[in-house]
């Protein structure tokens, strides 16, 4: 009985044996060839890295355009299409900076996905239209030269004998008031919003709309189109009705 078992044993261990013996014989025969397949595998894969890096750094001065001019929100088919190249290409360079910058990766209703890059003025305005102004009345930017030269009625406390009432404006310094006034300069965000009567999230909602002037110019006091400049990231009139 011992014998048998002894046997079937031995036949096992030759069954393992050749095929380990063939694959000896078989990599001492071809090392050399494997080896160089190998080399030429991590080689081709270092060569792709390097094409990959020196695309890259010709795709980073547009992307940081688009940034700039979207406000930190850009999808593969903005990139694309601005880039003049392929889709698959551009969501693997997103994805690249996405995880090195730690950006926010938003679904859109019809499926699309936006990458969106939080930079320092991106949060400044976040945290501006965060702080909702009270409803304000429209203060006219323009002021007659009646008003000017007219003084404001005194209050309670400030009623004292006709000797001791402030001297009235001369001629020339209402006129001089008249030109600041009538000069205008840019607005922030607060200040427009003030200005048009609505909060500061909305004028930040809307800045970028192509109907931007009219809405604002609807709203304006005196009719004046408001236009706002990515540039300077301040508000500046187009016009006045009438």
Not at 151 to 180: I, M, V, Y
Not at 197 to 215: L, M
Request: glycine share 6%; proline share 7%.
């Amino acid at each position: 009985m011992s014998e048998k078992l002894i046997e079937g044993d031995g036949k096992a261990f030759l069954v393992l044996l050749l095929p380990i013996s063939f694959l000896i014989i078989f990599l001492v025969s071809t090392w050399k060839i494997l080896l160089a397949i190998i080399v030429l595998i991590i080689g081709f894969n270092l060569w792709q890295w390097y094409q990959w890096q020196q695309w890259s750094q010709r795709v980073n001065p547009i992307f940081h355009q688009m940034i700039r001019e979207n406000q930190g929100r850009l999808t593969p088919m903005d990139l694309a299409i601005r880039g003049n190249f392929s889709g698959t290409m551009a969501k693997r360079y997103l994805d690249g900076k996405a995880s090195e910058f730690g950006a926010s990766l938003i679904n859109s209703e019809d499926g699309g996905q936006s990458y969106y890059f939080i930079t320092a003025s991106i949060l400044g305005n976040i945290l501006d239209s965060s702080e909702p102004v009270k409803e304000l009345p429209a203060q006219p930017v323009v002021k007659t030269a009646r008003s000017l030269l007219a003084p404001p009625p005194p209050t309670p406390r400030e009623e004292e004998p006709e000797t001791e009432s402030l001297p009235k404006p001369t001629h020339e310094q209402a006129k001089q008031s008249l030109e600041k006034q009538l000069v205008f300069g840019s607005l922030i965000q607060s200040e427009l919003a003030k200005r048009l009567n609505v909060y500061s999230s909305t004028v930040y909602k809307r800045r970028n709309d192509p109907d931007f002037p009219e809405w604002s110019r609807s709203r304006d006091p005196d009719g004046i189109a408001w236009t706002f400049s990515e540039k300077a990231k301040e508000f500046f009139p187009l016009d006045k009705e009438g």
